[in-house]
């Protein structure tokens, strides 16, 4: 049975993202928590780039069925990791992160990639969702500025002129993954709750890419797929 289905696929083309259906299990939910408080301990900022590289168990997340798949249907049968991070907003401490294209964060050749975005608890509004303008992903790549964090920022590139009018919020059960094409933009709010709000997120890029820009995101080409078959599997 397909994890991504044709209704996702089609929300992907007219929207530039979907939520899908199933979820990340529970026991892997735990695993994520625990090695993060590991992982986190002796990294306190408040996102840590390419996990994958430090500990075998994040190697291990990121080649997840549902993501090989969203490889298999969105990015080709050679798909690498582009790059990963987790991202932790603190109890009522965790700030806002401006409107932008992930695609602005190391340009690349080919340009269009997938990002997915799994939330490792409850997300909500007042603890900081995603919000997305849907098919903005069809107004291509934008220009940004490079912004450096205030007392209600993170520092981030601020894509010019947004319209708005359009934003709707994403706010998920922990466990649940939305998938977003690199042109699609989107924010995060600020957390005003007294629990931390954690995520997990993953790229997807076509494999011998080629590196315009690094902003150190890259992911090292680490292989997920080769001909449609798991590099490791």
């Not at 992907?12 to 992982?39: H, M, P, T």
């Not at 990963?84 to 602005?104: C, R, V």
């Not at 990002?115 to 995603?130: E, F, K, Q, S």
């Not at 934008?142 to 209600?152: F, G, I, Q, S």
Request: charged letters at 25%; one cysteine or more.
């Amino acid at each position: 049975m397909d994890i991504i289905t044709s209704r996702n696929l089609n929300d992907f083309d007219e929207r530039g993202f979907f939520i899908v259906e199933q979820k990340i299990s529970s026991e892997w939910l735990n695993k994520l928590a625990e090695e993060y408080e590991k992982y986190s301990a002796d990294n306190p900022k408040w996102f840590q780039r390419n996990p994958h590289l430090k500990s075998d168990l994040f190697a291990e997340f990121v080649k997840q069925p549902l993501f090989v798949e969203a490889c298999k249907k969105l990015v080709g049968p050679n798909a690498d990791l582009h790059w990963n991070l987790i991202a932790n907003k603190p109890p009522f401490q965790g700030k806002e992160f401006h409107w932008h294209q992930d695609a602005q964060y190391g340009l690349t050749e080919p340009e269009h990639y997938i990002t997915c975005w799994v939330a490792l608890d409850v997300v909500t509004i007042r603890n900081g969702c995603l919000w997305v303008i849907p098919g903005s992903h069809k107004w291509g790549r934008l220009d940004h500025v490079l912004l450096r964090e205030t007392e209600t920022f993170y520092a981030g590139r601020l894509a010019h002129d947004v319209d708005k009018k359009n934003q709707v919020p994403i706010e998920m059960h922990a466990g649940e993954v939305v998938i977003f094409h690199s042109h699609v933009l989107h924010r995060s709010g600020s957390n005003l709750s007294d629990k931390p709000r954690r995520s997990y997120i993953c790229a997807y890029h076509h494999c011998n890419l080629i590196y315009l820009t690094d902003t150190g995101m890259k992911g090292a080409e680490f292989p997920i797929l080769r001909k449609n078959k798991v590099v490791g599997g």
